[in-house]
């Protein structure tokens, strides 16, 4: 394997750990246990909690790429 840039590392780290953050968000949206009117709330709090916490997952990790790119792309060798 050839040697690597220092942003090249960066895009891989950041790439690793968003994959990492995005399983265990997933991974712990877990079932409800309740029962009746308690499951229909419990329910509906995850879905609500998912469709706002994965798309913010989501947005940090295209911001974070964004900038890591772009510093990739600058530091490129003539």
Do not use: H, K
Not at 19 to 45: H, K, P, S
């Amino acid at each position: 394997m050839r040697s690597w840039r220092m942003a090249t590392w960066a895009l891989v780290i950041w790439n690793v750990l968003m994959v990492a953050w995005t399983a265990t968000y997933l991974a712990g949206v877990g079932d409800c246990a309740e029962t009746g009117w308690q499951l229909t709330v419990c329910e509906a709090g995850r879905a609500v909690g998912t469709e706002i916490g994965f798309p913010f997952i989501l947005v940090v990790w295209a911001i974070g790429l964004a900038v890591l790119g772009l510093i990739w792309l600058r530091g490129r060798p003539a």
